[in-house]
């Protein structure tokens, strides 16, 4: 399995990994021969990135930090949320609890997984692909900061509802009221929820704000932001980084980068440390070229070493074959030149 950039995938390629609807239904099942109008279909819904199938990496697994099953789960618990809330309805938080205390349990046992943000998006599914992904990161960099349980679970609610305030109509973040900022209606409709903590509903109001005091919609110092927010605000940052809408998105190793200039000044330089030591700046799938001048396919990563995968460089053909593998934690001399899209 390939992870390729859409304009590179042909006619007769096999689906390597399911591609779901915002409310958890699948769309395309993996393992589907893909047409020219299927591809032109995912193009259209706005899909970018996708998994393909190849018989050189069919025994690549993608190791989930959580599972397809609990990820449609909680994306179908969010789309009734979010109904409810863009019809003005009141929503139940208690189906959602359940879906968090999944999704929790599943971070746990597996919290030595790096990340890999490489969930299929559509223009349908982002906005719940990208609550889910913020919720995950922050609940790692909760765990690795130490956090108790029940302040994860807080953090974990917090995270996936940090957006909630963009679902109201009378949202303007470009407005002169920051009281129509999303942040701010965010925290409007969270704060009244009595099954939620207060905390949970400062995570959407104070999610944008920076540690050097400039962010909005209030302009308050590093001090005197929450920590879940201060959390959030790297996953999200992150997040953003990787799959902007407008189009100017990064790969994992220069988003990295870039977070790496805004800790200190935008973001909480502790947490940065943190999040930085849990990323997978080279997601397994992706085709890479190393300095050697040869390309590959990373399989494998080294917790504590993010920027030095294991790389499957394939060559030639039939009994021409030749198959090895460049464990860059081991090859100190050897370097990851550029990602192949």
Known sequence: MRYVHIENVESGQYLGRTIFTANGSVLLSEGVQLTVFMINQLKRIGVTMIYIKDQEFEDLEIPELVSEETKRAVMKRMTDTFNSIRSGKDFNTKSLNLSIDSLLEEVMQNKEVMVQLTDIRTEDNA???????VCMMSVLIGINMGLPASQLRELAI???LHDVGKLELITDDEHSDKRRHHTWRGFEVLKNKRELSLLIAHVAFQHHETMDGEGLPRQIPGEEIHLYARIVAVANTYDNLLFERD?????????????MVLAGAKLDREIVIQFLRTVSV???????????RETGVVV???RGLPGRPI?????????????????????TTVFIESVLM
């Open 282 to 292: 080279y997601p397994t799938g992706a085709s890479v070229k190393l300095t050697t």
């Open 247 to 259: 189009g100017k998105r990064m790969l994992p190793h220069e988003a990295c980068e870039r977070m």
């Open 300 to 302: 494998g990563q080294h």
């Open 127 to 133: 906005m719940y692909v990208h609550a889910l992904n």
């Open 158 to 160: 917090g995270a996936l």
């Open 311 to 331: 790389v499957r460089v394939v060559k030639g053909s039939g009994d021409d074959l030749e198959v090895k593998e460049v464990d860059l934690a081991k090859m």
